[in-house]
């Protein structure tokens, strides 16, 4: 996208935007929030919305960061103790691999 004929209030309307849908359990919202606006917030002249681009962009990153740690630390407790779950472990399954007990 394309932000440099874009007017800075609609930048920061957007970016807010993008942070506040992030809660809506939509981190990758968070994530593509930091990435989009990160030369705006860092890397412009500066500009009067550029502070408050520059923290909901922090904290999108750190959000993001937060949710990929989260997620990538349940992928790898359910993988290696879903069998020994038993049949908890096969309720919160959706599709059981064959030849596992």
Not at 25 to 31: K, V
Not at 69 to 95: C, H, K, L, M, P
């Amino acid at each position: 996208m394309d932000l440099s004929k874009t007017p800075n209030d609609k930048k920061l309307y957007l970016c807010r935007w993008y942070f506040r849908a992030g809660f809506a359990l939509l981190p990758f919202l968070w994530a593509i929030n930091s990435i989009w606006f990160f030369k705006q917030a860092f890397f412009e002249p500066y500009f009067e919305e550029q502070k408050q681009i520059r923290k909901y962009v922090i904290l999108s990153a750190i959000g993001a960061l937060l949710f990929a740690i989260a997620f990538s630390t349940w992928i790898v407790i359910f993988q290696t103790n879903r069998a020994n779950w038993g049949e908890f472990g096969d309720v919160i399954s959706y599709i059981i691999p064959t030849g596992v007990p």
